[in-house]
């Protein structure tokens, strides 16, 4: 946990908030159900200025990254935000007469909680710490994809994200046991001396290599790449739109900032030996993950299965980011990392705000989902059409959007970072990608209506993908705001690397003899509770 | 005898024999009422209704009498739900109470207060789910 | 030399990994969603083994700790499966996860 109570106060804001919202939802007024969006938003906003306050705090004092735990929270409140402004499109349950249905409550309590896990993990300085993070994140929207609405696909969507998602957490669990069974504690400064002292002999014991292959594999489920991304397209598409948004921003970015807290440990310096398999590792799932997501969508009439393939192939663009690491030559923009987190905040702000526009096209049934019923709707609300087309402008890469300069600092780090072939492969990709963005956008104003729109009037819904369309543009122009809290996350990762902190050596010391670790019988004296780790 | 308590019981935190006797026998009296008042509080306050099912031998809910391989009610799930979450609430609050007064870890002792606090910040946290529980209904059967 | 009474930490190692197989097997060849939610908790079974057998050796109670938070998180997992088990059931009355194929591609 973090030294200083202080620094959880976005959590703990966002926690009270949740409750306190939950109980709202319980009340028989209509009013009071419908102030819980009001009090969610606030209680981000409030989330966003406490991280934006404490940003300070013990600069990279001890493990956690205060920058990077900052951008973090930033952009869980921010984009938090929007997904709650898209979420007033959802249909709640609502009949008059039956108030127990409403689970508007309920539902905002979910996200909310789930937003406090994503700006967790950032903070933590423990493998507990990050399970329990990572779990916050995903039981809630397990709830949310099952619950958000009542047909068929929609359980179904929740029953399959459900079992993956538990199959895919007992995966990074078992990586997590055998990363403490290499270095005696589940402190990540500890778990640090040990890779470090592992990997200066140039011998990295089985039992991490293992364990790390094994967190990877799990936490690529996260982020949908490519071999572990079968669900998506069926939750994505079974969900409610705004749960749909939401997916496509909270796991997504819990992931990359896990895989970010999980390669620190080692220093992002596996290159020597068998070590090498992990970041080959990275960058086979990179490599499919791009071509998987983009190849497939080209297929899709679907809009909703459409953006998540389009979902899966930007985890490829992120994951190159990520393969390059932090050690890219020349200065701050090349950073792998700076590139990757970057990305992380244009994507989300983009694609949430895509699919706040689509939340409102599709009208109060939520139903409108393939290409021919949007076709034609830029004659009729050309306000919504427009927001969704910067939207998808920006998920293509045109400049003067967020999304260019993401996918120019990613090919940029990866030519830094030696990685030529890879930074040619996203320049393709990004070719690939146009062609099924432009059919949505071509849908919208070239094709003529066929039947009339029963589009959702919501002012919050309008707002929510407004300021998603505003803000895509606005990054694209200025990037500097978001830039700087990428690039300063990315030096703290660096000089982290650079200067591992001292200590974390676990007793007994004469056990750190790893090569001898299986062989050896247990000692008979049960762990003594003066053993207890301090925190 | 308080020569060969004394090293055992200052780990423990006690300063003499006796209290640890006045301790059991405070834990034994609060057990003793909790029980009794229970049994007396649920014979006041509880609705007495009679019939059948309140009559018989042993009242669950389900009829004792039949085929065993009969499908539970649903409404079951709830209380195995919640019942679940208070289970695992103990298993937080026992490593908690034995640690907590516990000598042999200076820092904790000179964490007394936020860990007290932050005990009562879980309680309460799961006193809302309570409250959620008890507002959706959990409670009632019918 | 090893004696019957004195297990070495691989041993503890192999039953983790075992558990946690077998887990996975169940996961993909059972067809019934109740089934396939047990053999989840039984790949957590295996990391709980795991953990404690490394707080052992280690002399720390560090794994000791993971595994209580690991059966909380898994009791909220159950909980959670259990809703939606009882959820799908009313829809279709069967639990055989072949049923639930709607969307393609």
């Known amino acids: 946990m973090t030294t200083n109570i202080n620094g959880m106060c976005p959590e703990i804001i966002m926690i009270c908030g949740a409750l306190i919202v939950m109980l709202m939802g319980l009340s028989r007024n209509d009013t009071v159900r419908r102030s819980t969006l009001g009090v969610a938003v606030a209680s981000l906003i409030l989330a966003f200025i406490a991280a934006l306050r404490i940003g300070g705090i013990g600069t990279s004092a001890g493990w956690t990254l205060w920058p990077l735990a900052t951008y973090d929270t930033l952009l869980a409140s921010g984009v938090g935000i929007l997904t709650i402004l898209c979420s007033a499109g959802m249909p709640f349950g609502n009949e008059p007469e039956k108030p127990d249905r409403n689970y508007r409550g309920e539902y905002f309590a979910l996200m909310l909680t789930s937003l406090a896990g994503v700006s967790m993990i950032g903070k933590t300085t423990n493998l507990i710490w990050l399970f329990l993070a990572l779990e916050l994140v995903s039981i809630p929207t397990y709830i949310m994809v099952a619950t958000g609405r009542s047909n068929t696909p929609a359980q179904e969507a929740g029953i399959k994200y459900f079992f993956l998602g538990a199959l895919s957490a007992a995966i990074y669990l078992f990586g997590f046991s055998y990363l403490y069974g290499f270095a005696g504690s589940t402190s990540y400064v500890a778990i640090t001396a040990a890779?470090?002292?592992?990997?200066?002999?140039?011998?990295?014991?089985?039992?991490?290599?293992?364990?790390?292959?094994?967190?990877?594999?799990?936490?690529?489920?996260?982020?949908?790449?490519?071999?572990?991304?079968?669900?998506?397209?069926?939750?994505?598409?079974?969900?409610?739109?705004?749960?749909?948004?939401?997916?496509?921003?909270?796991?997504?970015?819990?992931?990359?900032?896990?895989?970010?807290?999980?390669?620190?440990?080692?220093?992002?310096?596996?290159?020597?030996?068998?070590?090498?398999?992990?970041?080959?590792?990275?960058?086979?799932?990179?490599?499919?993950?791009?071509?998987?997501?983009?190849?497939?969508?080209?297929?899709?009439?679907?809009?909703?299965?459409?953006?998540?393939?389009?979902?899966?192939?930007?985890?490829?663009?992120m994951l190159v980011g990520l393969a390059v690491g932090p050690f890219a030559a020349g200065n701050s923009p090349a950073s792998g990392i700076s590139a990757t987190l970057f990305y992380l905040g244009g994507y989300s702000i983009m694609t949430v705000g895509a699919f706040a526009a689509l939340t409102y096209m599709q009208g109060k049934s939520d139903a409108a989902e393939d290409l021919d019923d949007i076709a034609g709707i830029a004659g009729e609300h050309p306000f919504m059409a427009a927001c969704m087309a910067v939207c998808l402008f920006s998920l293509i890469g045109m400049p003067g959007t967020i999304g260019f300069l993401g996918k120019l600092f990613i090919?940029?780090?990866?030519?830094?970072?030696?990685?030529?072939?890879?930074?040619?492969?996203?320049?393709?990709?990004?070719?690939?990608?146009?062609?099924?963005?432009?059919?949505?956008?071509?849908?919208?104003?070239?094709?003529?209506?066929?039947?009339?729109?029963?589009?959702?009037?919501?002012?919050?819904?309008?707002?929510?993908?407004?300021?998603?369309?505003?803000?895509t543009v606005f990054f694209g122009i200025f990037p500097a705001l978001l830039f700087h809290q990428s690039n300063s996350s990315a030096a703290a990762v660096r000089s982290l690397v650079l200067n591992p902190p001292a200590g974390g050596i676990v007793e007994p010391v004469s056990r750190r003899a790893t090569g001898r670790l299986l062989k050896s019988p247990l000692p008979a004296v049960a762990p003594t509770a003066a053993a207890i780790s301090k925190p | 005898m308080t020569t060969l308590a004394t090293p055992q019981l200052a780990v423990q935190g006690f300063s003499s024999l006796y209290e640890i006797w006045i301790l059991l026998g405070i834990l034994f009296l609060a057990g003793l009422g909790f029980g009794v008042a229970n049994v007396i509080i649920s014979h006041i306050l509880g609705p007495s209704r009679k019939g059948n099912v309140k009559d018989s031998v042993y009242e669950s809910g389900v009829n004792p009498v039949g085929t065993t391989r009969d499908r539970f009610n649903v409404r079951f799930y709830l209380v195995a739900m919640i019942f679940l979450v208070f289970d695992v609430e103990v298993l937080f609050l026992i490593p908690w109470i034995s640690s907590f007064n516990d000598s042999r870890h200076p820092w904790l002792h000179a964490a007394h207060g936020p860990l007290f606090l932050s005990v009562v910040i879980f309680t309460v946290i799961l006193l809302v789910a309570y409250i959620y529980a008890w507002g959706k209904g959990v409670f009632k059967w019918d | 030399m090893q004696t019957f009474g004195n297990p070495m930490l691989y041993h503890y190692l192999a039953l983790g990994a075992a558990l946690f197989t077998l887990g996975l097997i169940g996961f993909m060849v059972r067809r019934n969603m109740i089934m396939i939610f047990l053999s989840t908790e039984i790949m957590f079974q295996g990391i709980a083994i795991n953990l404690i057998a490394f707080s052992r050796y280690w002399q720390n109670a560090d794994g000791q700790s993971f595994v209580i938070f690991i059966l909380t998180v898994a009791a909220a997992e159950a909980s959670l499966a259990l809703g939606l088990v009882v959820m799908l059931f009313r829809r279709r009355q069967t639990l055989n996860v072949d049923t639930w194929s709607e969307m393609q591609g």
């Open chain 1, 411 to 471: 090919v940029q780090s990866a030519l830094a970072g030696g990685h030529a072939v890879l930074a040619v492969l996203v320049v393709i990709n990004a070719a690939i990608a146009a062609a099924y963005y432009l059919r949505i956008v071509a849908a919208m104003y070239i094709r003529e209506p066929w039947s009339p729109f029963a589009v959702r009037q919501s002012t919050t819904l309008k707002a929510g993908a407004l300021l998603g369309a505003v803000l």
């Open chain 1, 195 to 317: 890779f470090h002292a592992a990997l200066a002999t140039g011998h990295l014991p089985y039992v991490a290599i293992i364990g790390l292959i094994m967190v990877v594999i799990g936490i690529a489920y996260k982020i949908a790449a490519a071999p572990l991304h079968y669900y998506a397209p069926d939750v994505y598409q079974g969900a409610a739109t705004p749960v749909t948004a939401f997916l496509s921003f909270a796991p997504k970015a819990t992931g990359f900032f896990a895989l970010i807290m999980v390669f620190n440990l080692t220093g992002w310096r596996l290159s020597g030996g068998t070590a090498r398999v992990v970041p080959d590792l990275l960058i086979v799932l990179a490599v499919l993950t791009m071509f998987v997501g983009n190849v497939l969508a080209l297929l899709q009439r679907n809009i909703k299965r459409m953006l998540a393939y389009s979902s899966i192939s930007h985890s490829g663009y």
